[in-house]
């Protein structure tokens, strides 16, 4: 709970959640499913905006784009018919295992990029699929995931991320998440997907990002510069791949040591670089 919790506003209209997010003399914060602010015990939280009045939910796929709601639960995300066929179902596989059904009913795609978890599936898909995050405060603000996740808190005080958004690609294209957790459906402990988009037989755009590995999920940017442009090449994809993780320095915690995640890093890395070619070449 939020021990020094005393106002809780629904507002209806966004020009009305941001008014009350501006005031400086009550701390009041946006809240979306409460899964990750609830339990945080905050005492510096007076005062919480619900979130689910704004009308912030949903997903729209376009000619292009796709643009997640951010007030989309993590169990719509999984359950979503195109969400499950695009990119081989990037984003619906890492919704589901990134929480178990009661904590997806709840939790949103919002409240997910805020709380920043540095191995969270989703956050890990949603950058190897060059997401980019909307935030209103004053003004509208458009910026990729990448660096939304340098100071999440930053970039939203004062304000509402109102919805996420990634290139709907129509060519060819392959995807996949690999994750070592200690069963399938913990926490990972370390986790890598990449999305690589093939023109003829050679590599034109190759993304690839590392969870729980460093103090944030982040992307492998020398691994996808070496590999564009190239023809595939499964052992060159491997060897840079674990030449990258071998220059991790990840902390170490009660779930895994440093080491431990740098040798996995090693293993997830290539994992899903070969496993998401092979998709985009129909195998
Ligand atoms: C049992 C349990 C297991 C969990 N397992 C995992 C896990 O495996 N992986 C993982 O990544 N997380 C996990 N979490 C953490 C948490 O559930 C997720 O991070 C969740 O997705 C947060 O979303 P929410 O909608 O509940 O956010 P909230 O708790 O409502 O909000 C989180 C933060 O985001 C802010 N916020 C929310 N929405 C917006 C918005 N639209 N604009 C601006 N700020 C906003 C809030 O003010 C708050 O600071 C777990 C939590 C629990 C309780």
């Known amino acids: 709970m939020l021990p020094n919790l005393i106002e809780y506003h629904r507002p209806t209209t966004m020009s009305g959640a941001l008014r009350l997010l501006a005031r400086r003399?009550?701390?009041?914060?946006?809240?979306?499913?409460?899964?990750?602010?609830?339990?945080?015990?905050?005492?510096s939280v007076e005062a919480v905006v619900d979130l689910s009045a704004l009308n912030l939910a949903g997903i729209q796929w376009h000619a292009q784009q796709a643009h997640?709601?951010?007030?989309?639960?993590?169990?719509?995300?999984?359950?979503?018919?195109?969400a499950q066929r695009y990119a081989n179902g990037l984003l619906?596989?890492?919704a589901r295992v990134c929480a178990t059904r009661h904590i997806r009913n709840v939790a949103t795609v919002g409240g997910t990029l805020v709380a920043g978890d540095a191995a969270c599936d989703l956050l890990v898909a949603l950058l190897a699929l060059d997401a980019r995050v909307t935030v209103r405060i004053r003004r509208i603000r458009t910026l990729a995931l990448d660096e939304f996740l340098n100071a999440p808190s930053a970039y939203v005080d004062g304000g509402i991320i109102t919805r996420v958004n990634f290139p709907y690609l129509q060519i060819p294209h392959g995807a996949a998440l690999v994750r070592i957790a200690r069963a399938p459906s913990d926490a990972a402990?370390?986790?890598a997907a990449a999305f690589v988009v093939l023109d003829g037989g050679m590599c034109k755009q190759v993304r690839l990002a590392l969870g729980g590995v460093a103090p944030r999920v982040i992307?492998?940017?020398?691994?996808?510069?070496e590999l564009e442009g190239r023809a595939w090449d499964d052992a060159l994809a491997a060897r840079i791949a674990e030449q990258f993780a071998a220059s991790l320095t990840p902390p170490s915690d009660a779930r895994a040591s440093s080491e431990y995640r740098r040798e996995m890093a090693a293993v997830v890395a290539p994992r899903a670089l070969q496993q998401a070619w092979a998709r985009a070449q129909g195998d």
């Open 25 to 43: 003399k009550v701390r009041t914060v946006p809240l979306a499913g409460g899964t990750a602010l609830v339990p945080s015990r905050d005492p």
């Open 68 to 82: 997640l709601g951010a007030m989309t639960t993590l169990q719509t995300l999984a359950s979503d018919e195109i």
């Open 92 to 94: 619906t596989e890492a």
């Open 189 to 191: 402990i370390v986790n």
């Open 219 to 225: 992307r492998a940017a020398s691994v996808e510069s």
